[in-house]
């Protein structure tokens, strides 16, 4: 069964600072990945998306992730972090084929910026 | 472009009784995902609908019931609430059967506590 960790519950950084988060799935086969991000009160926001071609993708609000195959791992990035991007992020696995919606998702991890 | 929207957005109930929960896809989508989110955790699968059938279900009880309507829109239902039923219910659309484009629009989702 697929399954996606996020070893990190909590991180927190200072305005302008980069940024990681860490994300670990456990697939079959090659994934679909995401990104999204939940503020509060808020639904999910698609970040970014891997499908297939280059394992590095580029998503909204300047964040970008790395797809690497060798450690199972889709880790998400920000070379400078704003006071804005505190939110909740969430990593999920998808399946191979259209048609199926079934995302699996981590237990996200919780941004705090400090000013 | 409406989004996903849900309705409503916060509601209180009391153990054993029923609750129907509502949701109005983006437009342009075909297919609804429910999704449940405890407090503290990611968003749980539960079901997703297409040509108003269940397509695929997660590990929930049959208590969790749902329709979809030939205007695409849909209905998550629970029945004989129990506290830990408590959460964020997440509906998410997008278009089945696109290959390699299983994105989820989310909408911001309906708060429900069992008390």
């Known amino acids: 069964a697929q399954s996606v960790t996020q070893p990190d519950i909590h991180i927190t950084v200072s305005e302008g600072a980069s940024l990681e988060l860490r994300c670990n799935y456990s697939?079959?086969?090659?994934?679909?990945l995401f990104w999204y991000v939940q503020s509060p009160g808020q639904g999910l926001q698609l970040l970014l998306k891997?499908?297939?071609?280059?394992?590095l993708v580029q998503g909204i609000k300047g964040f970008e992730a790395e797809f690497k195959r060798s450690q199972s791992s889709f880790n998400l990035r920000k070379p400078s972090v704003h006071w804005s991007d505190a939110a909740e992020y969430f990593c999920?696995?998808?399946?191979?084929?259209?048609?199926?919606?079934?995302?699996?998702f981590g237990t996200g991890t919780q941004l705090k910026v400090e000013l | 472009d409406a989004g996903v929207t849900q309705s409503p957005t916060h509601l209180i109930k009391t153990r054993g009784q029923q609750v129907t929960l509502r949701c109005s896809p983006k437009?342009?989508?075909?297919?609804v995902s429910w999704y449940q989110q405890a407090l503290g955790q990611g968003p749980q699968f539960i079901f997703q609908?297409?040509?108003?059938?269940?397509?695929q279900r997660g590990n929930f009880p049959d208590r969790f019931s749902g329709h979809q309507f030939p205007n695409y829109s849909s209905e998550l239902n629970v029945n004989a609430l129990l506290l830990g039923d408590s959460a964020l219910y997440l509906c998410?659309?997008?278009?089945?059967?696109?290959?390699?484009?299983?994105?989820?629009?989310f909408g911001a989702g309906s708060r429900l506590t069992v008390l």
């Open positions: 998410a659309s997008s278009l089945w059967g696109v290959s390699g484009a299983n994105v989820l629009t």
């Open positions: 697939y079959g086969a090659t994934p679909y």
């Open positions: 891997y499908f297939s071609g280059d394992t």
């Open positions: 999920a696995v998808g399946p191979e084929r259209g048609g199926g919606n079934k995302l699996t």
């Open positions: 437009s342009g989508h075909d297919t």
């Open positions: 609908y297409y040509e108003e059938e269940e397509r």
